[in-house]
Every structure is written in C-alpha cells, then in structure tokens.
C-alpha cells in the first residue's frame, strides 16, 4: 500500500469560543432588587398613609406608641414580666422592674381627702380641674367652638345643605364668633337686586338662629355686596340693599326662636368690606355676617371712674 505524502494530512484547528464580557455570575442582584423595590414601596404607602389619615388617627397612633414609663431596678426580660417569689428567689433574689403604663387622669381624689377639698400642687394642664381657674375669655372660646361643630354637624346631616357647605364661612376672632354666608357663581342667596331670600339660605340662617340659641351672646347682623355699581327700583343703591337683606337674615332668625333682645344692631354695609379687597366685584364678596360678640368685662365700680 502506497504510504500518502505529509502534504496529504489534513491539519488538526482547534476552535476557540471566546466569551464577551464577564458572563453570567448568578440571579442574587435580582434578589436584592426586588427586596430593595418592595422597600420603597412600602416606604411610599406609608407616607401616602400618614398624609390622608385624619389628625384623629394619628393622635390615637401618636399615644399607642409613647413611651411607657419605667422605673427599674435592675431586672430585665422574662423575669420583669414574670418575676420569680419568694420561694424560688433563693438566697440571692433579682430585683424587679416595675413597669407603669401612663393612663387618664383620675378624676376623683386618690390621696384620701374628700372631693372638692383644695390642695396645693400642680395638675395636667390638659385637664383643668378646680385648682386651675379658666379665663372668661377661654370659656367663650370653648363655647364658640362647641357651637361651630353643632352647626357643621347639622349642616352635614341635612340633605338639602349638605353640598351648600362650602357657602358657609366661620371663625373665631376677637370681636367674637364670625360666620359668614357668601353668595358662589350661579348659586346666590338672594335674588337678583332684591332683598328675597331663596329657601336654602332662609334654611341655612334657621340653622344658625338655632345654633347660637344656647348662647346668652348678642348678635350683630352685616349685610353685603359686592362692589359694583347698582341702581334699583325707587332709587335704591346698595346701601339700602345690603341694609334690608341683613333685616332679611334678621327675620329669619327671630322666627328660629333668638329673641329680639339679643340682636346687638343690624347694619348694611354695602361694598366697604369685601371678603377679597383686591377684588371688590368678586360674588363672594356678597355676604351676610352674624357675629356672636364676646360678653364685655365687667369692670369694677373702683375702676370705672372718671
């Protein structure tokens, strides 16, 4: 057989596959990037949470997780919770912690003197008791305030003025409780040019002479417009408009049972004070303002000399 010449052999190639980059090292990031956007979600959720939550709740979340107060001595962990007696303390017993959780202020004597007795020594000034005296001032505060949620509530439950509310302006200034009705864009309590209340508005005055009728403050009712000029029939301008739609209101608080006692003054104002000065055509600058005015100090007869 003839023998086949070197030139005849087929060469041996070795393919090397080369790799890009630095190839695959496993799926942990993966891990630890889903762990890391759960996170954040969570982290978002609770901020979102804690921004629509009503002040209500977050005072409650606020309490639950104040501090207990604890006075220590020495013993801690299951032993503080489940402290050993006397009969497996040993010769050599742990001392104890004694953990109190802060609570609502009694409300009756706890030291063995009779209720009403005075004492000296301070109190929680949240809780004003006998020892704390409370400014007439402080307690008028406290009766404006009870009034304006009475009258929100009612406000509220009626299903004729409940989506009226936003016409219904209160606060508490130095002159006394002010609340304000305000005339919206197509929706205005008097009609056009005229001192006739829409039934809506006579309603929600009634409520109002309802609110302050456990109030003994006097009333002052202010009748606005706005400030454009305005010429009605037998030559009325705004000051007779404003003046009788503040006698307008006041009827209809007579009628809701205030007695006439209790009206201070009735005045129109017309457009001198606009709810926006900057604006004075603005409609809600037509208004009318019932002001519960705070009670005068009396002053004693030794200073009310001249």
């Known amino acids: 057989?003839?023998?086949?010449?070197?030139?005849?052999?087929?060469?041996?190639?070795?393919?090397?596959?080369?790799?890009?980059?630095?190839?695959?090292?496993?799926?942990?990031?993966?891990?630890?990037?889903?762990?890391?956007?759960?996170?954040?979600?969570?982290?978002?959720?609770?901020?979102?949470?804690?921004?629509?939550?009503p002040p209500e709740t977050l005072a409650g979340l606020a309490d639950y997780f104040a501090p207990t107060t604890a006075a220590i001595s020495g013993r801690s962990g299951q032993d503080a919770i489940n402290p050993p007696s006397s009969t497996n303390a040993g010769a050599n017993p742990s001392p104890v912690v004694a953990i109190t959780v802060p609570g609502p202020p009694q409300s009756g004597a706890t030291d063995g003197k009779k209720r009403?007795?005075?004492?000296?020594?301070?109190?929680?000034?949240?809780?004003?008791?006998s020892n704390q005296s409370i400014t007439p001032q402080e307690r008028e505060d406290a009766?404006?305030?009870?009034?304006?949620?009475?009258?929100?509530?009612?406000?509220?439950?009626?299903?004729?003025?409940?989506?009226?509310?936003?016409?219904?302006?209160m606060e508490i200034t130095?002159?006394?409780?002010?609340?304000?009705?305000?005339?919206?864009?197509r929706r205005s309590m008097f009609k056009s040019g005229t001192d006739e209340l829409y039934e809506y508005a006579k309603a929600m005055i009634s409520e109002i002479g309802k609110s302050v009728q456990?109030?003994?403050?006097?009333?002052?009712?202010l009748?606005?417009?706005?400030?454009?000029?305005?010429v009605g029939d037998g030559g009325i301008t705004n000051w007779e408009l404003s003046a009788n739609r503040a006698n307008a209101a006041r009827r209809v608080?007579?009628?809701?049972?205030?007695?006439?006692?209790?009206?201070?003054?009735?005045?129109?104002?017309?457009?001198?004070?606009?709810?926006?000065?900057?604006?004075?055509?603005?409609?809600?600058?037509?208004?009318i303002t019932i002001l519960v005015l705070r009670e005068a100090p009396v002053v004693p007869p030794s200073l009310n000399r001249n």
């Not at 456990?214 to 002052?220: H, I, Q, V």
């Not at 009748?223 to 305005?230: C, E, I, K, M, R």
Request: net charge negative.
């Open 223 to 230: 009748g606005h417009t706005d400030g454009g000029p305005f």
């Open 214 to 221: 456990t109030l003994p403050n006097r009333l002052t009712i």
């Open 143 to 169: 009766a404006f305030a009870q009034m304006q949620e009475q009258l929100k509530m009612a406000i509220q439950k009626s299903p004729t003025l409940s989506d009226m509310s936003d016409q219904l302006i």
């Open 253 to 287: 608080i007579d009628d809701s049972g205030v007695s006439d006692d209790r009206l201070a003054e009735v005045v129109g104002k017309a457009g001198t004070d606009p709810l926006y000065p900057d604006q004075p055509n603005r409609t809600e600058n037509r208004r």
């Open 174 to 185: 130095e002159d006394g409780m002010k609340i304000q009705l305000i005339d919206k864009d």
């Open 1 to 53: 057989m003839a023998r086949k010449n070197d030139d005849d052999v087929r060469p041996i190639i070795k393919k090397v596959k080369k790799v890009q980059g630095g190839g695959h090292h496993g799926g942990a990031w993966k891990v630890a990037y889903a762990d890391f956007t759960t996170a954040m979600m969570a982290f978002f959720m609770l901020l979102w949470l804690l921004n629509v939550a």
């Open 116 to 129: 009403g007795s005075t004492s000296e020594g301070g109190g929680d000034p949240n809780f004003p008791n």
